[in-house]
């Protein structure tokens, strides 16, 4: 397609790593951002300290990846996609689509390398995080401002999608993932249970306690949007909110995933669908956390009926309500 006059839509992620060898590397990148690991004199202690956490933990967490294929599925699934979204887009505006991975490549410096070089009338940034939180969408953000800012007189206008947890197209395909999620239960050659039997247990990334203290919206904007699916017509099944995937000492945001399962399993509930609320995509954190470590842990506590989500992945719907996102902060005069 050519660029002359187009929308550039940048789409942030995590990132991952492309081998097994490459799982240290991206732990260091990791544990080297300041806005994950920040305190008095980090600047100088950083490097140190990021190569220290990825040395120790480089080991456990290559184990996770060689169960799920030797690698993240991240990158090949963001690509997909970006390219599912740069031909929705075509069907209302001119509009180039770039992945920008926050710890792994296309770096945000390559992204905006590339861009500069594009003859865009101007730019729509989206982070792949349904809720805003600064060591997610705000470190992608963070990264842009600092490279985007050395292109002196190339840049163009830059409006940006700051979170999408409560669009509707969004919680549509959310709702449809979760009814397929449900049809595999009650498909199930050993099914004897009804729909509304099934605890929703929807899991959500942590963040450390202090993060929320400080001001980060994203616990808010999680619940925000396990209310407003739960509040759609049809709805009826009990549900859980937990957070999964910490790291490191200190508080983080509770119950974890293990515990709901614990507490679910004393409980007598037997059928659990988890819903990877905060993810868009399918990578360690649901391939191994959630369908192997939690499945494994469900299975020991007595839960015998144990489903995950499919991720939203390139779904239409979810292509969709991308669309729509970047439609209308194209559309937007006041940015």
Known sequence: MDARGAVGVVLFQLGGPESLDGVEPFLYRLFSDPDIIDFPFA????????????????????????????KSPIGELTRRQALALERELANSIEARVFVAMRYSHPSTAEV?????????KELVLLPLYPQYSLTTS????????????TLDGRRVPVKLVRNFYHHPGYLDALAERINLGLSRLETRPD??????????????????????????????????????VMARPGWRNPYRLCYQSRVGPGKWLP??????????????????????????????ETLHEIDIEAREAAARLGISHFEVMPALNDSPAFIRALADLVVEQAARTDA
């Open 255 to 284: 119950p974890s995933l293990d515990m709901t399962l614990e507490e679910l399993a004393a409980g007598g509930t037997r059928a659990v669908l988890v819903v990877p609320v905060s993810f868009v995509t399918d990578h360690v």
């Open 43 to 70: 600047r100088v202690a950083r490097p140190t300290l990021a190569r220290l956490i990825a040395s120790r933990r480089a080991h456990h967490v290559r184990e996770h990846y060689a169960r799920i294929g030797g």
């Open 138 to 149: 705000g470190s992608s953000l963070n990264e842009w401002q600092r490279r985007y800012a």
């Open 112 to 120: 905006v390398e590339e861009i500069s070089r594009q003859p865009l």
């Open 191 to 228: 099914a004897l249970l009804a729909r509304d039997e099934v605890c929703l247990v929807f899991s959500a990334h942590g963040v450390p306690l202090k993060s929320i203290s400080a001001g980060d919206p994203y616990q808010a904007e999680v619940e925000a949007t396990v209310s407003l």
